[in-house]
């Protein structure tokens, strides 16, 4: 394994890492703010390139890699200690919560190539899902509409719609079908 050239490989443009270390410094500023500070913690996402819709809430916890890879839809929320590694687009759907400690992980390394090249893999996480406690979703995943990733489930592979997933690595529980009245039986 050639660990050198894998350290000396570029992997970040220099607008890029101007931007990371940019946003590490304003870090105190969306960290330190109170909890109930949603609006400002969203401009300064918004200030960065991320594209947020209206009433998110994101603890001041959560960690966020790069704004500027990051959309969320309105009426979602992000947790507590929650790890958004998104070093391709992370696309987050309306109303869908991400809960506290769950990880969504969107680099890896080619493991077909011994100096171990970086790959950035963007998520899809589609409305109405959830991804429960300590939960994990990884590279290049998309989480179907109305899916729940149970807590410390482990998604390694795409979630279809409506439908429970738990385990490691996640599998099939169960259908979320919907009555007359959109109540989930």
């Known amino acids: 394994m050639d660990i050198n050239q894998n350290r000396t490989a570029r992997k970040w443009s220099r607008k890029e890492l101007a931007g990371r270390v940019l946003w590490a410094a304003f870090g105190p500023l969306f960290r330190c703010s109170p909890r109930l500070c949603w609006e400002w913690r969203n401009f300064l996402l918004r200030l960065f390139g991320a ?12 960690k966020v890699f790069i704004p500027w890879n990051l959309e969320i839809g309105d009426w979602s929320a992000i947790g507590f200690d929650v790890l958004i ?17 769950s990880h969504i992980c969107g680099g890896t390394h080619d493991y077909c190539d011994v100096s171990l090249p970086l790959i950035k893999s963007d998520i899809t996480i589609e409305g109405g899902a959830w991804i429960c406690a300590e939960a994990f979703v990884g590279p290049g ?3 179907g ?8 489930g482990v998604a390694v592979k795409d979630l279809e719609s409506w439908s429970v997933y738990g385990g490691n690595p996640a599998k099939l529980i169960k259908e979320r079908v919907l009555n007359e009245s959109n109540s989930i039986v």
């Open 141 to 143: 995943v998309t989480v």
């Open 51 to 62: 594209k947020i819709g209206k009433n998110v809430q994101i603890n001041p916890s959560a």
């Open 85 to 101: 590694y998104n070093l391709g687009v992370l696309k987050i759907g309306e109303k869908v919560t991400l809960s506290h400690k």
């Open 145 to 152: 509409e109305g899916s729940v990733l149970a807590a410390r």
